[in-house]
């Protein structure tokens, strides 16, 4: 996995507010979200850092009903993707898991084992969840940030309040939890390929993940 040293903990508050993702092939990943539905949720820059295997992460999306499931990821899987957990029902719902092109991994599921409608594009929720070695001390190294816990399972799972400006919500569960619940190997190195946005002041969380400070909107043209 990778290895990257992160600063202290200032009293700036952080609360996430945009996700970008880091792709080699701009264009074509501005074409695969369209498709997909997600480019609201996203933002796109080029990037050729160095990044293999698991990158630590994945996002989310939770849905209506299994037909919603099954059109995200037919819509996905129509515009590129791998799937790597094909949708079908489990304990706590239904869904299923694939890898964009670009490498990033999505999760779509709902709580709901039998469709009350038909489906639909809408997008009920979205979350980041980062896989980390340790929940309890990096949930403490957040809520030193400024996040506040919604929720808390020990050190398994911690679920972050979603901020008032960003439609995407933070979580954190075990790096190997979470690879085994996405049907890939743990193991990965190099750049994570995503950043958060929503502090005054850049830092890097304990397993690598880099935050920035969002960009001042451009001028307005005269």
């Known amino acids: 996995m990778a290895t990257t040293t992160h600063t202290a903990a200032h009293t700036s508050p952080?609360?996430?507010t945009s996700v970008?993702?880091?792709v080699a092939d701009i264009e074509a990943a501005h074409r695969f979200y369209?498709?997909?539905?997600?480019?609201?949720?996203?933002?796109?820059?080029a990037c050729d850092a160095h990044s293999t295997g698991f990158r630590g992460f994945t996002l989310g999306l939770t849905v209506s009903g299994p037909a919603t499931v099954d059109g995200f990821v037919a819509a996905a899987v129509d515009a590129g993707a791998t799937v790597l957990k094909p949708a079908a029902k489990s304990l706590w719902g239904y869904g299923g898991v694939v890898q964009a092109p670009d490498g990033t991994i999505w999760k779509i599921a709902t709580s709901a084992k039998k469709d009350t409608g038909p489906a639909t594009r809408d997008i009920d929720e979205v979350v980041l969840l980062i896989g980390v070695e340790d929940v309890k001390?990096?949930?403490q190294f957040y809520v030193g940030r400024g996040l506040t816990v919604a929720k808390s399972f020990g050190g398994?799972?911690?679920?972050?309040?979603?901020?008032?400006s960003g439609p995407v919500k933070l979580a954190l569960y075990k790096r190997r939890a979470l690879a085994?619940?996405?049907g890939v190997p743990a193991d990965g190195t190099g750049s994570h390929?995503?950043?958060?946005?929503?502090?005054?002041d850049a830092f890097t969380d304990p397993d690598g993940f880099a935050w920035e400070a969002p960009e001042p909107p451009a001028p307005a043209q005269s």
Request: net charge neutral; proline share 2%.
């Open 14 to 16: 952080a609360s996430l």
């Open 20 to 22: 970008t993702l880091e």
């Open 34 to 45: 369209g498709a997909f539905g997600v480019e609201e949720y996203v933002s796109l820059r």
């Open 137 to 139: 001390a990096t949930r």
């Open 156 to 164: 398994k799972y911690a679920e972050f309040a979603a901020g008032a």
């Open 180 to 182: 085994k619940d996405l």
């Open 193 to 200: 390929r995503i950043v958060l946005h929503g502090t005054p």
